[in-house]
């Protein structure tokens, strides 16, 4: 079984510009949620999808926003980049229904490094 | 958001040796998950517990969910230099601040 897919695994970007990173969760996941890994914070949710919806947000400004699309996979933007925002975004899959939707099992991909410069 | 405490930040010990780490919250958790996170890859679920004062093993790991739902900790028996990463604990989709271990052979 596939695990999760994370596009692309690094990238360069320029204060002010904006970004989209994509997952593709495990088969049959349902639920995709997002986090920022930095040194500093350690893992910080940012949002969790289900069936297209947004169903449970984080503490990050508007400028951080995600989407689901129809077959599970999701993506999340991020706009007017910040020095700041320098980071691994997360994202992790899980079924997201019955047991699963409140005990958190998530299963990660291997991230998106994104440096801004 | 949710806070979550992991304690020691950091470990260096000698192969052989147990481990024991532990993670507090300002809130109430239904479940208390713990993950490990090698370098270049993203966290991978170890153990989890589902009700308060379970104690759950998987292998040489032990997890215990504390009685007031707040607090859990992880032990690791006999370390071997394969389980150097950050260990974190997590309550939905909160997670600690991660413990660091090192294991020296």
Known sequence: KAGVTQTPRYLIKTRGQQVTLSCSPISGHRSVSWYQQTPGQGLQFLFEYFSETQRNKGNFPGRFSGRQFSNSRSEMNVSTLELGDSALYLCASSLGQGRSRDTGELFFGEGSRLTVL | ?105
């Open chain 2, 1 to 105: 958001g949710q806070q979550l405490n992991q304690s020691p930040q950091s470990m260096f010990i000698q192969e052989g040796e147990d481990v024991s780490m532990n993670c507090t919250s300002s809130s109430i958790f239904n479940t208390w998950l713990w993950y490990k996170q090698e370098p270049g890859e993203g966290p991978v679920l170890l153990i989890a517990l589902y009700k308060a004062g379970e104690l759950t093993s998987n292998g040489r790991l032990t997890a215990q969910f504390g009685i007031t739902r707040k607090d859990s900790f992880l032990n690791i028996s006999a370390s071997i230099p394969s389980d150097v990463g950050i260990y974190f604990c997590a309550g939905q989709f909160y997670f600690g601040t991660g413990t660091s271990l090192t294991v020296i052979p």
